[in-house]
């Protein structure tokens, strides 16, 4: 970390140092180290005199400094120029923007856990702690536009995220356990495929049921989304753009229509085209906006599936809360719902 006198007096002139423990900052202190100015909160560094008398001992006092974090280019300079080493982990370079997301001794403690969990091999057990790491991201943040509404003003105290880590990871075996014995002797295993919804690697008439949830187009950057999980996971951030559809671009309701609908009918095309005669789609989608209208989910997925022979036999709706202003404006005072769609593939 950096120091700065607070008062200035405490200090003359202003320059870098390094975190140091609190001892050592205050024989700096006291020797006049030059310190650099920041703008966070103050930290009063004390000096305890032990005190056998009733009332216990006294403090002072010594100085008060505020702290800043320091890049690792400055921290390795800073080092250079007094003479010591380090104490402490260095940010990566690809995550110095991470501190404007995350608390510091936050990020720390998950730099610390990425590093032990991206070290594993890509096994099943590495790529299940990957997921378990991932869900937790999004719960740790103090900013950015999926933080969690409280999360500046929520104090996370060290080892809680370590902890939850673990936590996960025994909640996904009991998951997979639980899984396993309620599973009929003799199933097939299940094979995993990664594609593009709108070119599924499937044979034709050969599914039963699919289960999806499709866009809710103009509603969502999904890159956005995801943005810190692109640089703690090392995903690429670019063909995730390039193959998403439905995502708006800069506000809510960007979607051109014409473009919706012809990625619309590609995904339910292939929905249709892998399904077998009387074999069933279970679709979540949810109201959005479109050209800067409200769209009804239900009838968008309905006018696709018509032709292809996909026929909407049960629906269950709920309101959804509008939090975001311009989709408060769009619905007007109408509510804005999530669905749950049961299609079934008619028979030719």
Known sequence: MALTSWPPSVVPETRTVVRLPVSAIVALAARGMPVRRATSRPWAVTRSTPNTAPGGGRKRTVARVMCTQLESRGRRKTCAELGITPNGPALPATTNCEIERFHPHVLFELLGLRELVMALPDDDVGRALRLCLSSLLVKFMKAGPTAPRDGAAKRIARGVPSRMLADRAAELARGLAALERRTPPGTPAAQIWEGDARELPI???????????????????????????????????????RMQLGARANQVGDVSGDAWRAQQARFMAEIARVLRPGGRALLVVGDGVVDGRAENAPDGIAAAGAPLGLEPIARASQARPLHDRRLATIFAGQPRREHLLLLEKRAR
């Open 203 to 241: 044979e034709a008439s050969s599914a039963a049921l699919v289960i999806s949830s499709p866009p809710y187009a103009g509603t969502y950057d999904y890159a956005a989304i995801h943005d810190a999980r692109f640089l703690w996971l090392g995903l690429s951030e670019t063909k995730f753009r």
